[in-house]
């Protein structure tokens, strides 16, 4: 089973985290994260997308007032291969800071760790090559201890291994503190609930902050 196989409407790539500046100095001075992932990004299950990390990280970004726009590029049930094939449509938008959160759905459904690490390095090599100033942080992912203890091993080592490939910026682990806590997840024990999702935020600020 895939994380949030079943697509909705309201949780597909979406700009609704992104709020509209005011003029048109402020358009030029405002910057952007694009947040590019699954459900997990685009706020599987819960009710609004403000609700998801990107939608909870957008409101501290608006509390504290920093110029930035947060588009929430999130499509439910997404592989990275099908991250890799709608890349290029997505940075029709610029991004300032690109999150990558992919690979889940991937280890989920057992596929070739190698292939998922083939595809992450083409969708960032697509972001250097096109807006080489962009700050790109990668979103770490785990799979359970039932897919094996070498896939479990391969898959969590994969993430870091990019990062320092890449000299990019790392979230070790996108759900810690959340994943296998039935107080923070759904009914499926997968996606985070409202609770959970302020603690997925939390993660991902600590890495992100500095960049801002």
Same mark, same amino acid.
């Given at each position: 089973?895939?994380?949030?196989?079943?697509?909705?409407?309201?949780?597909?790539?979406?700009?609704?985290?992104?709020?509209?500046?005011?003029?048109?100095?402020?358009?030029?001075?405002?910057?952007?994260?694009?947040?590019?992932?699954?459900?997990?990004?685009?706020?599987?299950?819960?009710?609004?997308?403000?609700?998801?990390?990107?939608?909870?990280? !957008?409101?501290? #970004?608006?509390? *504290?007032? $920093?110029?930035? %726009?947060?588009?929430?590029? @999130?499509? +439910?049930?997404?592989?990275?291969?099908?991250?890799?094939?709608?890349?290029?449509?997505?940075?029709?938008? !610029?991004?300032? #800071?690109?999150? *990558?959160? $992919?690979?889940? %759905?991937?280890?989920?459904? @057992?596929? +070739?760790?190698?292939?998922?690490?083939?595809?992450?390095?083409?969708?960032?090599?697509?972001?250097?090559? !096109?807006?080489?100033?962009?700050?790109?942080? $990668?979103?770490?992912?785990?799979?359970?201890?039932?897919?094996?203890?070498?896939?479990?091993?391969?898959?969590?080592?994969?993430?870091?291994?990019?990062?320092?490939?890449?000299?990019?910026?790392?979230?070790?682990? $996108?759900?810690?503190?959340?994943?296998?806590?039935?107080?923070?997840?759904?009914?499926?024990?997968?996606?985070?609930?409202?609770?959970?999702?302020?603690?997925?935020?939390?993660?991902?600020?600590?890495?992100?902050?500095?960049?801002?």
């Amino acid at each position: 089973m895939g994380c949030g196989d079943k697509k909705t409407s309201d949780n597909t790539a979406t700009d609704t985290a992104t709020s509209k500046p005011a003029t048109k100095q402020a358009a030029t001075n405002t910057k952007t994260i694009l947040v590019f992932g699954d459900s997990l990004t685009a706020g599987y299950g819960l009710d609004d997308v403000s609700e998801s990390f990107p939608g909870v990280i !957008k409101a501290r #970004i608006d509390s *504290l007032k $920093l110029p930035y %726009n947060v588009i929430n590029a @999130g499509v +439910s049930g997404e592989t990275s291969a099908g991250g890799l094939s709608r890349i290029d449509w997505v940075l029709k938008q !610029k991004p300032d #800071i690109f999150l *990558l959160e $992919l690979g889940a %759905n991937d280890g989920l459904r @057992g596929n +070739s760790v190698q292939q998922t690490i083939d595809n992450l390095q083409a969708i960032i090599d697509k972001v250097k090559a !096109k807006y080489p100033a962009a700050k790109i942080i $990668l979103l770490g992912m785990q799979v359970p201890p039932s897919m094996g203890q070498k896939y479990v091993s391969d898959f969590k080592k994969m993430y870091p291994d990019l990062a320092e490939k890449n000299h990019i910026g790392l979230v070790p682990f $996108l759900l810690d503190g959340v994943g296998g806590n039935p107080k923070l997840n759904q009914a499926d024990g997968i996606h985070p609930n409202p609770t959970g999702a302020k603690i997925v935020a939390e993660n991902v600020w600590r890495v992100l902050q500095p960049q801002l």
